[in-house]
């Protein structure tokens, strides 16, 4: 009976295992301690390459766990050794605009709107733009018109935990504008493509960020982190979102805490297109698990406008005929808490 029992225990440890690492599918790498941010959070102005041992160590965990490398890159040249290290691997390069090395660019990061001023000829670039929330505010004309203008726009407000219920409302008069911009180019024969509007129109489930749980960071320092933004964001952060190591390997502690399914208000919601901020969550609510009012209200005026945009094309041509978003008479789910609940 012993045998039996301590069999069974292998076989559902091995199971465990192996389904806490089945949606595992990429490996950031920070370059250097001053990579460019591509999220909400800052990095740092100081550099510290990360060593190469360490470098050529990642790439042999990635290999080992077949996960695809994002390279973050920081603004100046690496030296060739690096170069080559890199290349010696499949993988995608997050650039800041201002890098030198911007030809080889899979994503350019346009830090501020100023930078993205001079490049706004039509690019086939997947392009980030981080804003605040008062420069998106100031500058949406220019936002705008860079919509259509890149072969893809991710646009990250990097101040969301301060918005305030009237800038939530004057966010609604941003995203309709640009709707209506997307509306226009779909009249004209374009397919834009803008995180804000068009990927809950093509969405049919949540595709989040889903740091530590199909994505995780190794670090210049060696670690492994849920994300960059635990690295940066200071020593009790990075103390405790830090999860191993390359000698000791990958230890996610309440790894489940980071799935879907353990989301309570999320795994009900159709916001699909909304990044369910790991991060953000532990700043504003102590809770990975639980988004901010800000951050829900976002999600959805933006979900909103996106139900909008496409029955307004449908009027004109037949999009996504099987694509539904239904109306709704909530902007923050923890409203309807109770309602979901008995689902």
Not at 67 to 93: A, C, G, N, R, W
Not at 212 to 236: M, R, W
Not at 310 to 315: A, G, Q
Request: a neutral charge.
């Amino acid at each position: 009976m012993k045998a039996y029992v301590k069999s069974l225990k292998k076989i559902v440890h091995n199971q465990n295992k192996k389904f806490a690492n089945v949606m595992l599918q990429y490996l950031i790498i920070l370059l250097d301690d001053s990579s460019t941010s591509y999220c909400h959070y800052d990095s740092l102005s100081t550099n510290r390459l990360i060593g190469l041992p360490d470098l050529a160590e990642g790439i042999k965990f990635a290999m080992k766990e077949n996960l695809m490398i994002q390279f973050v890159y920081p603004d100046f040249d690496l030296p060739t050794e690096y170069k080559k290290l890199i290349e010696t691997i499949d993988h995608s390069k997050i650039m800041p605009s201002t890098s030198p090395l911007l030809d080889d660019a899979d994503i350019i990061v346009f830090n501020n709107w100023k930078e993205l001023v001079g490049s706004l000829s039509t690019d086939k670039s997947t392009c980030v733009l981080r804003i605040t929330k008062e420069d998106l505010f100031a500058q949406k004309e220019l936002v705008k018109l860079s919509v259509g203008k890149f072969l893809r726009l991710n646009i990250v407000i990097t101040n969301v935990d301060s918005f305030t219920e009237a800038e939530l409302q004057e966010y609604k008069s941003v995203i309709s504008a640009l709707g209506k911009e997307v509306e226009r180019l779909f009249g004209l024969g374009q397919s834009p493509q803008i995180n804000l509007i068009t990927d809950r129109i093509a969405l049919t489930k949540m595709n989040n960020c889903n740091a530590g749980c199909n994505n995780i960071t190794l670090a210049p320092d060696g670690n492994f982190y849920v994300c960059p933004a635990f690295y940066y964001s200071g020593e009790e952060d990075k103390t405790a979102f830090n999860i191993g190591n390359l000698q000791s390997g990958l230890k996610i502690k309440s790894a489940n805490l980071y799935k879907l399914p353990y989301a309570p208000l999320c795994r009900n919601c159709d916001a699909y297109q909304c990044k369910r901020c790991v991060w953000i969550n532990r700043k504003m609510t102590y809770d990975i698990t639980t988004p901010s009012h800000e951050q829900c209200v976002l999600a959805h005026i933006e979900r909103n406008e996106s139900r909008r945009v496409l029955e307004s094309i449908r009027k004109e041509k037949d999009l996504y005929p099987e694509q539904d978003i239904p109306e709704i008479e909530y902007l923050d789910p923890y409203e309807v808490r109770v309602d979901w609940h008995k689902m």
